[in-house]
């Protein structure tokens, strides 16, 4: 097998990104790709179409290498990746929704996101007004004595997303659970098609709201690597302190809500409280709780004054007085322990398969971090550890938010001992001619890709966004199976996916 | 009877305070549940197309059941109307056959949530029920009576003193209580996780007046429960028949004392732990059984402990 490097290089013509490499391959090419990642030579990170072409990003991991091939000149079909790698499956289905392109032998041709009620098919590709009969949705069957199925939602009892998941159960034991998602799909990329940057990066940023930084921050490096255009050093040092600070949010409100769910509510209190400090710093750092829209191509909108610096300067040191004693008390509660140790167990090779990121792949072994890996500026020069466990249960998942959690905090002293003084935003040269951008940036749940290309006059010609949630909702599929139903709750908030970001 | 009615929403109203300040939240005022009812009592009734009457008389048939069980304890003098019609094994019997209608009502709608929590709860309710009857089999063998009123005198006087026996039948009781209550880590009376219900899930069905009187009953269930624990292991100052009134009302402010103290400590329980799995309810209950066992045992072998 050639490296991935050598992969594309066959293929012509090449563009060199920042990040990566693009070829575009011929069918044999393609198919080759797709055996390649079926063999684990290489992880799948994305997969998309246009009109006429499809697009596969791929990963090799030892070299830290992202590529992307290209198929272009496409009828109506191309070779199906699913039928060799079943991770691409829910973005081949995606892929036929949303730009109307057949994958050939597709193992699984039901619709994913198109669920009969946009009034009009291929939104993306060549539209047509005759929206798709909404037929029944089938779900897989399930055979055996004794079976039961138990629907549940789209709409939940709590206040949480929409999303609907098909039990089938023996008694309290899941034998099977289907999830069926797309109820939140927004039509973010063809918002996209056409806009301005300014308004590009505002719709990046409300892709999945819980990662508004990490969504903003890689659509602004996808155009940044597009236009090959420096950004300020103080502008890339406090993009790190906000996704930082973002991580640092989401980690302390997901560990108190993971232990609410097993009905523990003093954690979640007492991680409630020290989020939202985490949230007013950043009101008082950055002007905005969650810091939407702060992050834009080619810097920062808000610089950092000294007395906010100040701010966060005092946050550190106040979580890490009271973390430790919510970690003992997590860890001494044997009642807490009893639900999340062995509960959800997800086996290292699915991880690996599927090319789970963030804490999901992290607690099963799989150590990729888009920050260690690809090295982005700023955490070239910034020390930190990227905690990985093996065990691959809810308690894994917890603690290796644990471990972020502190890794943050240190990240953000860091950052605000080096940060360097100067301007933090330059304007955005007149953009000439066409040309295309990635960047895979880490979020708090994991990498997101988002890849784009710029039309002649400024505008967006088209824009992928890809939320880890694509490849880690198939494997809580696979995580509940043998677990009972009681503890679903547990194992979906321990993934905590995202279910705006996947909808798109 | 009237008490138990006033008394019960103050209670559970009083255990949520708790908890919520146990938390270091606000917390809804200590009235809430009497309004929760009430708006609950205003509200339309939603029924399922396919309920029968099952459904519908359900409700009533609870409230009315546990409401006669609650009232045969005493609270706070031992002279009730009823005592002499009915002891501990009717009242067992009157919550049980509550219960009974409960889950059948939970499966009548056909949901699938129902029939979860109807096989839940009957599965607790198995191991429940033997538990708290072995309880009953050692306070009758101490006292010679399963008559509430008679053990209560019993226990008052000075000849029981400390028992390994008692100590191990307010154990299973109270372990029984939890479980019978919905309370963690049994099953959580605040959870919005439609899967993790069991109570919560076989009345998911009920709406407007039903549910508030599905919720009334529970509120009177914990009222029963605790009173049930004070009477018989904390009979002090339950005013005798035939005392005048200064022993009433000494009797009265020494039942609410215990309501606080029971409210409490159910609150703090609930805070310090976490729910356990389902399956881990029948080794909880079992424990109940056992002790209850050990107790009625131990009286065999020696009348003395």
Redesign the interface.
């Given at each position: 097998m050639p490296s991935l490097t050598d992969f594309i290089l066959q293929g012509s013509p090449v563009k060199q990104y920042r990040p990566g490499l693009c070829g575009i391959v011929d069918q044999t090419g393609w198919i080759a790709a797709a055996d390649a990642l079926a063999d684990g030579h290489w992880t799948l990170l994305g997969l998309w179409g246009e009109a006429s072409a499809a697009h596969m990003a791929l990963l090799e991991e030892p070299t830290a290498t992202v590529g992307i091939v290209r198929l272009e000149t496409l009828e109506n079909s191309y070779p199906s990746v699913a039928r060799h790698h079943p991770p691409a499956l829910r973005l081949e289905r995606a892929i036929h929704d949303l730009v109307g392109l057949e994958p050939q032998d597709l193992p699984d041709p039901r619709p994913w996101l198109d669920h009969g009620r946009w009034g009009l098919r291929a939104p993306l590709g060549h539209r047509s007004n005759a929206p798709l009969k909404s037929t029944a949705y089938e779900f897989l069957p399930t055979e055996g004595q004794g079976l039961h199925q138990i629907p549940v939602g789209p709409v939940h009892a709590g206040i949480i997303e929409p999303g609907h998941f098909r039990f089938t159960a023996s008694g309290e034991t899941v034998v099977r659970l289907e999830e069926r998602l797309g109820y939140v799909h927004k039509g973010v990329e063809a918002l996209m098609a056409g806009a301005d940057l300014g308004r590009a990066v505002h719709i990046a940023g409300r892709t999945s709201g819980d990662s508004t930084v990490a969504y903003a921050f890689a659509f602004s490096r996808a155009t940044e690597s597009a236009l090959e255009l420096e950004v300020p050093p103080r502008a890339i040092w406090l993009r790190a302190l906000m996704a930082e600070l973002e991580r640092l949010a989401n980690h302390l409100g997901d560990i108190g809500a993971i232990c609410n769910d097993a009905a523990f509510s003093l954690m979640h209190a007492h991680c409630g409280i020290l989020r939202e400090h985490v949230l007013r710093a950043a009101h008082i750092a950055f002007g905005h709780r969650m810091m939407r829209d702060k992050v834009v191509p080619g810097g920062v909108t808000t610089d950092l004054s000294d007395e906010a610096a100040l701010t966060l300067r005092t946050l550190v040191p106040e979580i890490r007085q009271r973390f430790p004693s919510l970690v003992e008390l997590y860890d001494n509660t044997a009642s807490l322990q009893d639900r999340t140790v062995g509960t959800g167990v997800l086996r290292p090779a699915l991880a690996r398969q599927y090319g789970a990121g963030g804490y999901v792949g992290r607690a099963s072994g799989r150590s990729f971090d888009a920050r260690r890996t690809l090295c982005y500026p700023p955490y070239d020069r910034l020390h930190f550890e990227v905690p990985v466990l093996s065990e691959g249960d809810v308690n894994a998942r917890i603690w290796i938010r644990i471990r972020e959690v502190e890794q943050s905090l240190s990240l953000v002293e860091q950052i605000l001992e080096q940060l360097p003084d100067g301007p933090v935003l330059t304007d955005v040269p007149d953009i000439r001619g066409q040309g295309d951008g990635l960047a895979l940036i880490e979020g708090f749940r994991g990498d997101i890709l988002v890849w784009l290309r710029l039309a002649g006059d400024g505008r967006i010609d088209r824009c992928h966004l890809r939320d880890p949630s694509w490849f880690q909702w198939p494997l809580l599929e696979a995580v509940i199976e043998a677990n009972i139903v009681a503890d679903f709750p547990l194992c979906n908030k321990s993934f905590n996916c995202s279910y705006s970001g996947h909808d798109l | 009877m009237a008490l138990v009615l006033l008394l019960a929403p103050l209670l559970t109203g009083f255990v949520r305070k708790i908890?919520a300040r146990?938390?270091?939240?606000q917390g809804p005022p200590l009235i809430q549940p009497y309004r929760d009812l009430l708006r609950l009592l205003r509200k339309e009734v939603v029924l399922a197309e396919n309920a029968s009457w099952l459904f519908r008389i359900t409700p009533y048939l609870v409230f009315a059941v546990i409401w006669v069980a609650a009232s045969l304890i005493p609270t706070f003098a031992t002279g009730l109307v009823f005592s002499w019609t009915a002891d501990l094994i009717a009242i067992v019997a009157l919550l049980g056959s509550a219960r009974f209608f409960l889950a059948l009502a939970g499966m009548d709608a056909g949901t699938?949530?129902g029939?979860?929590g109807s096989s839940r709860e009957v599965m607790i309710a198995t191991l429940a029920e033997p538990a708290m009857l072995l309880t009953i089999f050692t306070l009758a063998l101490v006292a010679g009576s399963t008559q509430l009123s008679t053990i209560a005198a019993v226990m008052i006087s000075s000849h029981v003193g400390l028992r390994v026996s008692l100590g191990m039948a307010l154990i299973a009781l109270i372990m029984v209580a939890i479980a019978e209550n919905a309370r963690?880590?049994v099953d959580?009376p605040?959870?919005?996780?439609?899967?993790?219900m069991v109570h919560e899930a076989m009345v998911l069905e009920y709406s407007g007046r039903h549910l508030a009187m599905i919720e009334f009953a529970a509120y009177l269930k914990l009222l029963l429960y605790i009173s049930l624990i004070a009477c018989i292991f904390l009979p002090w100052q339950l005013a005798l028949p035939g005392t005048g009134a200064p022993a009433y009302i000494l009797g009265v402010v020494a039942y609410l004392a215990k309501l606080v103290i029971g409210a409490v400590l159910l609150a703090l329980f609930e805070?310090?732990?976490?729910?356990?799995?389902?399956?881990?309810v029948p080794e909880f209950l079992g424990a109940a059984l056992m002790l209850g066992m050990l107790a009625t045992l131990l009286l065999f072998v020696s009348r003395s402990l």
């Open positions: - | 908890k146990l938390l270091r939240r699938s949530f029939g979860i963690i880590p959580n605040a959870t919005h996780l439609e899967l993790t805070t310090a732990s976490a729910k356990m799995r389902v399956f881990r």
